[in-house]
């Protein structure tokens, strides 16, 4: 069910997973300035955000306070991450020429304010092969946003993210 909310309702979901760079969450707040929303953040119906966590906060500072949510109603907890992981999932694949063809036709788009996966989608049963990553100094979505350094354990490129 989609409807409105006013956003004191909400409630940032303690166990995401995701985070976001200060850049990106810097796009992110400029696209919603842009394009407001046009995406629901999806929720539990005690407002728990499964689905756009970093969107409530972006709309929490731009001062926004109603927002379209749509209200799912998982079964037990599993089922409450597997709807967060279909949230935010990869599906499909950009095809880097036809997407090149595409925004050649339109020279006023900053190219730059987008990022992009042009690689292949993994599934999540290959994480095992990933180093794990300590994060037990990263604060959660609740907690005071700043700035932090990281080193990814598997490509190991440092990434500013925002926490």
Known sequence: METMWSIDKLKFWDE???????????????KIERF???????IKEDG???GGNMRLRAYQELGIEKVWVSIVHPKDEAEAIE????????AGRWVPDLLT??????????????KLDLGKAEPLDKLSAI?????????????????KEMI???CGKTIHIVV
């Open 16 to 30: 995401n997973p995701r985070i976001i760079s200060n850049d990106e969450y810097q796009l992110l707040k400029k």
């Open 36 to 42: 407001g929303q046009f995406k629901p953040i999806i």
């Open 48 to 50: 728990t955000v499964l």
């Open 83 to 90: 709807i967060a992981l279909t949230d935010n999932e990869l």
């Open 101 to 114: 063809d595409l925004l050649s036709n339109f020279p006023t788009i900053e190219l730059n304010d987008y």
């Open 131 to 147: 180093p794990p990553v300590d994060l037990s100094d990263v604060p959660t979505a609740t907690d005071v946003v700043k700035e």
């Open 152 to 154: 990814c354990p598997h």
